[in-house]
């Protein structure tokens, strides 16, 4: 499976912003969808995930109410969009995907993508 993110790029705090990420190849070995980012100085963190059917979606408390992912079941692709946007959202974001129904974390992501870039100025 390949990922391939996009989207990135400069908002003001406040703004909205929307991730793409398109998977390509053996794509029905995938169970769930998501997406991590990582700050500068900081580990890399879960931000949001949906299964592959689409019924279930996951979210990082901090993103809450902000943020909502959801896919095209059509195109392979699946999204982030991002509103009411902070400085402190401001990271590499990565696009990722399970190939089994663990929690979406670090060490049961199967695939990853080229992470984009994401920067909210004050």
């Known amino acids: 499976v390949q990922l391939q993110a996009s989207g990135g790029g400069f908002v003001q705090a406040g703004g909205s912003m929307r991730l793409s990420c398109a998977a390509s190849?053996?794509?029905?070995?995938?169970?769930?969808m998501g997406w991590f980012r990582q700050a500068p100085g900081k580990e890399r963190e879960f931000v949001s995930a949906?299964?592959?059917?689409?019924?279930?979606?996951y979210y990082t408390n901090s993103v809450k109410g902000r943020f909502t992912i959801s896919r095209d079941g059509v195109k392979d692709t699946f999204y982030l969009g991002m509103n009411s946007l902070k400085p402190e959202d401001t990271a590499l974001y990565y696009c990722?995907?399970?190939?089994?129904?663990?929690?979406?974390?670090?060490?049961?992501?199967?695939?990853w993508g080229q992470g984009t870039q994401v920067t909210v100025s004050s």
């Open positions: 190849g053996r794509t029905f070995t995938i169970h769930s």
């Open positions: 990722a995907a399970t190939t089994t129904a663990d929690t979406m974390k670090d060490s049961t992501v199967s695939y």
């Open positions: 949906i299964s592959w059917t689409g019924r279930r979606t």
